[in-house]
Structures are given as structure tokens and as C-alpha cells.
């Protein structure tokens, strides 16, 4: 089988995939044009969304993708073909997505970047750290992602719980709530992770009404889609202290534009869309799993439902 890789770090998967399945035929390039003229011949394609959009926009007819992305947005845009079926990457972020939400929650407890500006001012900050312990968390988004930051987070001894499409049960948290729940929540939890995927349904969903709803020693952390927040309500609120202060690592426009009011928000943090890092070795495992199962016509880990977005 002929599988097509158009990724930033081509060729690494391609060395990566060569190894993990030696019969396959791997075709891959950094030209654009050479990557296009590979395609035709192609009908799985592994890589980012953003360079396989370009593919299909070309008139291209993929008959499975595999997205190295959690995100699969290019490949949602009006007039793109949907006659194919797409895997996002799923099992792959878990673990690195709850690191970076630990270290902004250890580093809000224990006040890191107040301490630094005491060093600064040559200031002894002798102030007792705080624990998670005991700390409610919000997880908006509670799927294959969410859920792995659950996990990770319950050994610290947090109370969790989740946002989803629809209530339902699930561990570890206490309660799974609907989106429509999540005014109420805010106002109840010390922490909001925001790990909602970009549909319509989550485009601006943390407005100033929303914020203003918040606990105001609440630490708001978004490693979703920049899309789910108004970004000059979100620095209003920060200002009128409806939240404790916000880490952010997505944005509508990214980089960030020179004179986005991010930049000088008072307690935000931005940290430039690096939460969570594809592992091409993680990510090839992933590949290589469902292309055994593409191979015997079996369910797909990740397939995306086109109707609704993820």
C-alpha cells in the first residue's frame, strides 16, 4: 500500500514509519509541488491538516487521512471534499497536555511568578506555598484528552469535573455536565481548563457574561481553540477581577499580532501554543494501529463524524 506523509517533519515519520512497517511504500516531500504530484497516486495520507487541506483543495481523492493533529479545523473548511474518512490524533497528547496544565496550577499555588518578581526586588517572600489538594477543577472537554488530564490530576488529591456535549457518567469525575451547565460550574471551581475542540457550538463561549460568573480566585487556563474566547472580555474581566489571572496558549490569530492586548493583560500568561507536542514515535504507533485496521475493514481509533466536527 502506497501511504502518502506530507508533515512539517516528514522526514523523520517517514524514517519512523519505513521502520514500523517495512512493506509499506512511503512517499513523501518538502516541496509542494513534487508532494501534490505524489498524492494523485496515494490513498492514505498521513499528516497535518493544514498541508492535506492544500492536497484536497487541489482536487486530490484520499480515500482515509490521518491527522498528526488533535485539531482537525483546515480540513473542516467550506468546500473542502468530506468523501473519506479522517482520524484525528487521539491517545498521543494525554500525558503532555496534563504536564502543562500541572505546571501552571503548581505554579499558581505556589505563586512562582510573584516570587520571581520579589527576587527581583531583592524581597525575602517568605510566604507559605498552597496545595492542590482539596482544589475543584473544571475539565471542558472531557474525550480522549480530557480525560487523560483527569487521570493524571487525581493523584494530587483534586476534586474534578467535567463538561461535555451531553451529561453522562464517567471517573473520575464527580459530575459530567452539559455545555449548558458551564455558567453554572465557573462560579464553583478554583481551576477551568478549557480543552473544547473548534465547532460552532464552542465559538465564543467565554464571553463577559460567562466570565463574570467565574470564582473570582479562579486560575482560567485555555489549551482548546483561541476561538472559544472573546479576547477584549477576557482582559475586561482579568481587570475587574472576575478571575484570578489566565494562562493562555491558543488564539484566534496566531502569532499573536504586536498589538493584541494579550501582550500587556494584566495576570495573563501566554505561552505560544505549546502545550501539547505531537511525538511523531507516539504518533506513527497510532498510524500503524489503524492502518491494521483500515486493512481489515475494523473500527478506526478517532474517526471524526463530519456532522459534528471531532
Known amino acids: 500500500m502506497r501511504v502518502l506523509i506530507a508533515e512539517q517533519d516528514h522526514a523523520l515519520y517517514a524514517h519512523l514509519l519505513r521502520e514500523a512497517?517495512?512493506?509499506?511504500?512511503?512517499?513523501?516531500?518538502?516541496?509542494?509541488?513534487?508532494?501534490?504530484?505524489?498524492?494523485?497516486?496515494?490513498?492514505?495520507w498521513l499528516g497535518q491538516p493544514d498541508l492535506l487541506a492544500t492536497l484536497l483543495r487541489q482536487g486530490h481523492q484520499p480515500q482515509w487521512l490521518q491527522s498528526t493533529w488533535a485539531g482537525i479545523t483546515p480540513l473542516l473548511a467550506d468546500g473542502l471534499r468530506r468523501d473519506y474518512r479522517l482520524t484525528r490524533a487521539v491517545g498521543v497528547f494525554g500525558q503532555v497536555m496534563a504536564e502543562y496544565a500541572l505546571t501552571y496550577m503548581?505554579?499558581?499555588?505556589?505563586?512562582?511568578?510573584?516570587?520571581?518578581?520579589?527576587?527581583?526586588?531583592?524581597?525575602?517572600?517568605?510566604?507559605?506555598?498552597?496545595?492542590?489538594?482539596?482544589?475543584?477543577?473544571?475539565?471542558?472537554?472531557?474525550?480522549?484528552?480530557?480525560?487523560s488530564v483527569a487521570d493524571f490530576l487525581l493523584p494530587f488529591g483534586v476534586k474534578l469535573y467535567g463538561i461535555a456535549s451531553t451529561p453522562r457518567e464517567q471517573a473520575p469525575f464527580i459530575e459530567v455536565a452539559g455545555l449548558d451547565a458551564l455558567g453554572r460550574l465557573v462560579g464553583e471551581v478554583d481551576y477551568v481548563i478549557n480543552l473544547?475542540?473548534?465547532?460552532?457550538?464552542?465559538?465564543?463561549?467565554?464571553?463577559?457574561?460567562?466570565?463574570?460568573?467565574?470564582?473570582?480566585?479562579?486560575?482560567?487556563?485555555?489549551?482548546?481553540?483561541?476561538?472559544?474566547?472573546?479576547?477584549?472580555?477576557?482582559?475586561?474581566?482579568?481587570?475587574?477581577?472576575?478571575?484570578?489571572?489566565?494562562?493562555?496558549?491558543?488564539?484566534?490569530?496566531e502569532p499573536l499580532p504586536q498589538r493584541h492586548p494579550f501582550w500587556t493583560a494584566w495576570g495573563l500568561l501566554l505561552t505560544g501554543h505549546s502545550s501539547a507536542p505531537t511525538s511523531p514515535q507516539a504518533m506513527v504507533r497510532l498510524f500503524a494501529e489503524n492502518l491494521k485496521a483500515y486493512t481489515s475493514k475494523s473500527p478506526l481509533r478517532g474517526e471524526v463524524d463530519f456532522n459534528r466536527g471531532y
Not at 513523501?28 to 494523485?40: E, R, W
Not at 467565554?206 to 472559544?228: E, Q, S, T, W
Open 106 to 147: 503548581l505554579g499558581h499555588e505556589r505563586e512562582v511568578l510573584a516570587r520571581l518578581v520579589s527576587q527581583v526586588e531583592r524581597k525575602w517572600d517568605s510566604r507559605p506555598g498552597r496545595s492542590l489538594e482539596g482544589r475543584r477543577v473544571l475539565i471542558v472537554g472531557t474525550g480522549d484528552i480530557g480525560q
Open 21 to 44: 512497517a517495512p512493506d509499506l511504500d512511503v512517499l513523501t516531500s518538502g516541496d509542494s509541488a513534487q508532494l501534490s504530484a505524489l498524492a494523485a497516486d496515494c490513498p492514505v
Open 196 to 253: 473544547l475542540p473548534d465547532t460552532p457550538a464552542t465559538h465564543d463561549l467565554y464571553d463577559a457574561p460567562m466570565f463574570a460568573r467565574f470564582n473570582p480566585d479562579a486560575l482560567f487556563i485555555n489549551a482548546g481553540r483561541g476561538v472559544a474566547v472573546v479576547d477584549a472580555d477576557l482582559v475586561d474581566a482579568l481587570k475587574l477581577g472576575h478571575l484570578a489571572g489566565a494562562v493562555i496558549d491558543v488564539c484566534r490569530q
